[in-house]
């Protein structure tokens, strides 16, 4: 079947509640820098796919927050599970399980998203 939608993904969109927190936080943990742009998205420095923070004005619940997601939904890559395991404990970041199988574990972002990190 012929479509004309690229099977490509080129961007992720994160929700935050706060982008400026949100920036220096992934920051930290991807050891990489993005740009704010519009007052409410941050571009990564990413290699491969783009990741970009996003506020998320449009899609606001009543109580002017954005709902996490509550599964993981990114898996950022590492060479070495175990000492990225440790490195995200070592930084506060919190821990949604071990390393799993020897090649994942799962962490939660400030908003509460869930993210993986595998080897």
Known sequence: ??????N???TVFIPVNEIE??????????GIDGEIMHGHLCV?????TSV????MPLWRESEDKINPINIPFIQFATD???KSFQFMKDNGVELVTG??????????DPDGNMLM???
């Open 99 to 108: 390393i799993e199988h020897g090649h994942f574990f799962t962490i939660k």
């Open 52 to 55: 970009v923070l996003d506020e």
């Open 80 to 82: 070495d599970i175990y």
């Open 21 to 30: 927190k949100a920036k220096e936080w992934y920051g930290k943990i991807l």
């Open 44 to 48: 990564l420095d990413m290699k491969g």
């Open 8 to 10: 490509v993904v080129n």
């Open 1 to 6: 079947m012929n479509s004309p939608v690229k």
């Open 117 to 119: 990190v595998c080897q």
